[in-house]
C-alpha cells in the first residue's frame, strides 16, 4: 500500500462546478500536510497548506480528518484555469527533519 | 527573484554514459531536495538535504545514484551509468527550513531521455 494515495482522475467537470478529492495516508505519525499544483510540463506549486481546524483560500477549502487518516480540497465555481493536477503531500518526521511524501495527484480537466 | 535553477533543461544521452544533473537553490534556504517524476511511479523523493548534509538518501535507487552538496548554493545529482528506466523528469527543490510547514520550491526539472 502506498504512503499517500489519491484517485487520479481525470475529474471532468463544467465551468463553475464545485468538486472535491480526497487524499489517504498510512502514517498516522504524519505531521502536515500540503495541495500542491502541477500544471502540464512545469514543476510543482503549493497550493496551500492544511490545518488541523480546516482552512480556506478564496474558492478553495482544505480539511484535515486525523482519525480517518485523510485530507480533501474542495475547489468551488471551478474555472477553467484550474485544469491541472493536483498533488497530495505529506510530511513525517524522522531524525529530527520532515520527510515530505507526495501523493501521484489527482487531474482535473475544467470545460466551457 | 532568480528562484531554483536546475541545468540542463533537457538530457539526452546514451545508455552507459554518464548524467550530471544541477541544482542552485533560492539563496538563503536551507533544505535541499531531489526528486524524480514518472508516469508510472509520480513524484518520488530521492534525497534531502540539511544545511547541506544528507538527511535522507532511502529513495536513492541504487549504486548508480549519487548526490552532493559542496556548499549551500549548489548541488549535483549524478547517474553513473545511465540506463534506459532512468528517463524521468529530475526535479530540485528547496526550503526555508526542513521544519514542518516550510514550503518548498521546484525548479523547472530536468527533462532526462535515456536511448
Known amino acids: 500500500r502506498k504512503e499517500v494515495e489519491q484517485d487520479p482522475g481525470p475529474f471532468n467537470v463544467p465551468e463553475g462546478a464545485t468538486v472535491a478529492f480526497n487524499c489517504t495516508y498510512s502514517?498516522?505519525?504524519?505531521?502536515?500536510f500540503f495541495w500542491y499544483r502541477q500544471d502540464c510540463r512545469k514543476e510543482p506549486k503549493l497550493l496551500m497548506s492544511v490545518y488541523s481546524s480546516g482552512n480556506e483560500d478564496g474558492r478553495f477549502t482544505a480539511q484535515l480528518n486525523r482519525a480517518s487518516q485523510y485530507i480533501s480540497l474542495l475547489i468551488r465555481d471551478s474555472k477553467l484555469s484550474d485544469s491541472a493536477t493536483y498533488l497530495c503531500?505529506?510530511?513525517?518526521?524522522?531524525?529530527?527533519?520532515?520527510?515530505?511524501?507526495f501523493g501521484r495527484g489527482t487531474s482535473l480537466i475544467v470545460h466551457p | 527573484d532568480a528562484g531554483v535553477i536546475q541545468s540542463p533543461r533537457h538530457e539526452v544521452t546514451e545508455m552507459g554514459q554518464e548524467v550530471t544533473l544541477r541544482c542552485k537553490p533560492i539563496s538563503g534556504h536551507n533544505s535541499l531536495f531531489w526528486y524524480r517524476q514518472t508516469m508510472m511511479r509520480g513524484l518520488e523523493l530521492l534525497i534531502y538535504f540539511n544545511n547541506n548534509v544528507p538527511i535522507d538518501d532511502s529513495g536513492m535507487p541504487e549504486d548508480r545514484f549519487s548526490a552532493k552538496m559542496p556548499n549551500a548554493s549548489f548541488s549535483t545529482l549524478k547517474i553513473q551509468p545511465s540506463e534506459p528506466r532512468d528517463s524521468a523528469v529530475y526535479f530540485c527543490?528547496?526550503?526555508?527550513?526542513?521544519?514542518?510547514?516550510?514550503?518548498?520550491?521546484f525548479g523547472p526539472g530536468t527533462r532526462l531521455t535515456v536511448l
Open positions: 503531500v505529506v510530511k513525517h518526521a524522522s531524525g529530527g527533519s520532515y520527510i515530505p511524501t
Open positions: 527543490a528547496s526550503s526555508l527550513r526542513g521544519d514542518s510547514y516550510n514550503e518548498q520550491f
Open positions: 502514517n498516522s505519525a504524519s505531521q502536515s
